[in-house]
Nanobody, 123 residues
Framework: QVQLVESGGGLVQAGGSLRLSCAAS????????MGWFRQTPGKDREFVAA????????YYASSAKGRFTISRDNAKNTMYLQMNSLKPEDTAVYYC????????????????WGQGTQVTVSS
């Protein structure tokens, strides 16, 4: 069992930055691939970025590439999403997720999910 808690969301102006954190419980954090997804009302959950168990592999949606950076610190059981050059269309609830089988990380078929953190980007 893995419990995930996101933090770091908030209100920011367009062009600004935010750093999201995802704190995981348990001793097996380093055995899970991790991902960030986002969702707006009435839409499906959208892949943002993912990272392999060791952190050596990172994957991004085209909308995030070049602006967002995913990372993890296995010693601290924490994953991060550094978001720069934010745009109003980045406004969403951001979720972190953990997946035991590190395949198709863009697919929202993850094993565990956090409760989400709201990111609002004003124009």
């Amino acid at each position: 069992q893995v419990q995930l808690v996101e933090s770091g969301g908030g209100l920011v102006q367009a062009g600004g930055s935010l750093r999201l954190s995802c704190a995981a419980s348990g001793r097996t954090f380093s055995s899970y691939a991790m991902g960030w997804f986002r969702q707006t009302p009435g839409k499906d959950r959208e892949f943002v970025a993912a990272i392999s168990e060791s952190g050596s592999g990172t994957y991004y949606a085209s909308s995030a590439k070049g602006r967002f950076t995913i990372s993890r610190d296995n010693a601290k059981n924490t994953m991060y999403l550094q978001m720069n050059s934010l745009k109003p269309e980045d406004t969403a609830v951001y979720y972190c997720a953990a997946r035991k089988v590190p395949r198709a990380l863009w697919n929202p078929s993850y094993d565990y999910w956090g409760q989400g953190t709201q990111v609002t980007v004003s124009s």
